[in-house]
């Protein structure tokens, strides 16, 4: 593999740490009233009486120029809480509603997925029975006005500009202007804005007769512990006697939701995770022994982008030797973070335990305090030791052994090594590849193909049947590389010989999900998934 190959892995790593990194949570101690109010007291008095609050006011009341405070406090602020470990982190008040949503399980806005081509917002898919379905908005409109103000072109828009317009608070109303392929008129709606689910359960299907697969790619919020009952009902009814859990690039949420979840699993009395720390006394979850599944054969799969809540599951399930675990190792994070409010609206996310797997380990990598950005970069360091491809690249650190259950041998030190390794397939990576990537031009032809010919893909209701409509489409190919020389991206042969293949399955899976969603879509990408596979594998011999 050359340099330029390695940029599409690059791209991919630290997309996934952003992920992690940003607004984190990422696990959550159940406090009580008075630990919390505690810890409000100290910062209330430090804040008054510090040094940095006498320089703030200083600035205020003498500084030749006007300052404002709020904003430098802020900074102040962040940079504190910056040199303390890579997963506390001080939220502005103007931050708090987007970094909350994700774990709130919802929020308020018109319901629909939308993304930017060609400076215009493009309506992807429409949330099942939300505002804007029942308004008559559909996949594939072209957002034009918002408000009666024209919202097109690249210096009027961007992701967050969009999210703005779109969300708000609960029964407020917003008048979009929408052009609709086949008409030439502006269709104009007049929304109500509702609650719209954050879902963290992505996906729950059968695999193959007996397994049931549960997808939990989002975070662990307040929703997801139901939406994972949901899910195991479901298969269950459909005939699931065995689970395969997948946890890739799940990068955490809250503490308390991924011990209930646990709890499903092991019988009673064992444990599923504890936690200490300086001000708090060891603190143990164990298995309360009402489980809907603890005699269900179960596989988890992590990669190098689960982290702390995932973590907790895999370890629980691991050192109890009560499933296996497949895929890389994971990410590495085990400390425990509690948000304290401030009176402004902002937070303090700080860092004030870690948890530990039932067998004692930690699983949180090595960091140094305040050197944050060379936290960031680790796991761009495994993949250029070679971690991701081959498991024989792994340091394990031979002074942090511990015992499952069972006696078996597992290792500490950073993240949940997997039972069984499953390495990141780049056989089909090329220069060319990553340019496509990088500018996002698969999605944009998969969408631009999804729009030309919704009324031919509108009659199949299954990937299968989709899949077999698109492979009797010989020209999607060349009609794609067509469309990505116009942006000024050629292959020569011997890279559209070696990623043409996926570039092609890449254009047909993201057809069916604009057609079809995430209930479609997944299964088709797991149908050719190597860790899915040895999933299966692994269950059948159960």
Known sequence: ????????IIIIVLTGIAGILAGNVLAKKQLSGQGIQDLTNIFSLRGSDSKVSELLSLIDAQYVDDIPLDSLTDEVMAAIVSKLDPHSVYISAKDMESVNNELEGSFSGIGVQFNIQNDTVMIVSVISGGPSERAGLMAGDRLITVNDTVFVGKDVINNEKVMRKLRGPKDTEVKLGIKRHGTKEILHYKITRGDIPVNSVTVAYIIEPGVGFIGLNNNFGNNTYDEF???????????????IIDLRENSGGLMDVAIRMINEFLPKGEMIVYSEGKAYP?????????????????????DEFSASASEIFAGAIQDNDRGTIIGRRSFGKGLVQTQIPFSDGSAVRLTIARYYTPS????????????GEAYEMDLLNRF??????????IHLTDTLKYKTAKGRIVYGGGGIMPDIFVPRDTSQYTPYLTKL??????????????????SS????????????YLNTQTNLLSDFVAFAKSKGVTPNQQELRISGEFIRNQIKSYVVRNMLGDNQFFPMINNNDAAVKKAVEELRKR
């Not at 050359?2 to 599409?8: C, E, N, S």
């Not at 031009?441 to 729009?451: H, K, P, R, W």
């Open 229 to 243: 009952l949901h899910a195991i009902a479901e298969l269950k009814a459909k005939g699931a006697k065995k689970c």
């Open 437 to 454: 990537v990088n500018y996002g031009y698969i999605y944009q032809y998969a969408f631009q193909y999804t729009d030309r010919n919704r």
């Open 360 to 371: 004692g380990r930690s699983i949180q990598k090595p960091y140094e305090k305040g050197k």
């Open 384 to 393: 250029e030791h070679g971690e991701f491809y081959s498991k024989d690249s």
């Open 1 to 8: 593999m050359t340099k330029k190959d390695i940029w599409i």
């Open 457 to 468: 893909l509108g009659k199949f209701k299954t990937w299968q049947e989709m899949d077999k």
């Open 282 to 302: 060891r603190a143990e979850a164990r298995a309360d022994g009402t489980g809907a599944c603890i005699n269900t054969p179960v596989v988890v799969l992590i």
